[in-house]
């Protein structure tokens, strides 16, 4: 099945791959495509996870008072794909994928629960992965517009 939805087609993007390009807009790049692809009532199924950003002592306090723990991928899929019980997508920049010793730690304690985790370098990347996910085997049950 071939899609197209606003301009997007199966295996472009509107952008082209920039190296120096900021994680940050990598990211809402793939959102905005995701998104766009996904019915309505599924698009609220992926969200982020906001681990990054720089905040004060006391913010960055209460935030692990609530939960918040080093390592976590940057966007989670919430929707179920032949083995595997959710999509963790950890965005890099183009050509400056560095993961920390805590995003190891936590992406193999993630596998471990059945959960697939890939490392995306730019938006391009993360399209794919996305695609290739919800065409796993018991998937596609009406989350894409068709």
């Known amino acids: 099945m071939e899609f197209m939805v606003k301009g997007f087609l199966k295996g472009q993007s509107l952008i082209r791959k920039q190296p120096g390009r900021l994680e940050t ?51 989670f899929l919430a929707i179920s794909s032949g ?6 997508i950890e965005m890099k920049r183009i050509n400056r994928a560095v993961v920390s010793d805590s995003q190891k730690i936590m992406i193999e304690l993630l596998k471990d629960q059945g959960f697939k985790v890939v490392i995306c370098e730019g938006s391009v990347s993360a399209m794919d992965e996305f695609r290739a996910y919800l065409k796993g085997k018991n998937t596609l ?6």
Do not use: W
């Not at 766009?36 to 306090?61: G, Q």
């Not at 083995?83 to 963790?88: A, I, K, P, S, T």
């Not at 049950?141 to 068709?146: C, D, M, P, V």
């Open 25 to 75: 807009y990598e990211q809402q790049e793939f959102v905005k495509y995701a998104r766009m692809i996904m019915k309505d009532e599924y698009r609220n199924l992926l969200f982020s996870i906001p681990n990054e950003a720089k905040r004060s002592m006391s913010t960055a306090s209460r935030m692990k008072a609530e939960g918040m723990v080093a390592g976590v991928p940057d966007l």
């Open 83 to 88: 083995e595997y019980h959710g999509l963790f």
């Open 141 to 146: 049950k009406g989350q894409l517009k068709t």
